[in-house]
């Protein structure tokens, strides 16, 4: 896994933002170019379960 040990952890730390938002990218097979774009968000909200709103595939969603 990623970022298990307290070395790694550290090392992750003490990147640039602009640098941890590529490994993250790396990661999750996001295109890596260190903007913390559309994509990128939306990944992080799922990996963190984010209470956000989110898309649904049509039939899924609530009908008003």
Same mark, same amino acid.
């Given at each position: 896994a990623y970022g298990d040990s *307290? !070395?790694? @952890?550290a090392r992750i730390k003490r990147l640039t !933002? #602009?640098?941890q938002v590529?490994?993250? #990218?790396?990661l999750r097979g996001l !295109?890596?170019?260190?903007i913390?774009?559309?994509m990128t968000v939306i990944q992080i909200n @799922?990996? *963190?379960k984010a209470d956000v709103p989110r898309l649904v595939t049509s039939g899924q969603g609530e009908r008003g």
């Open positions: *307290l !070395a790694d @952890n !933002a #602009q640098e590529r490994w993250y #990218q790396s !295109a890596v170019d260190g913390a774009g559309a @799922n990996d *963190l």
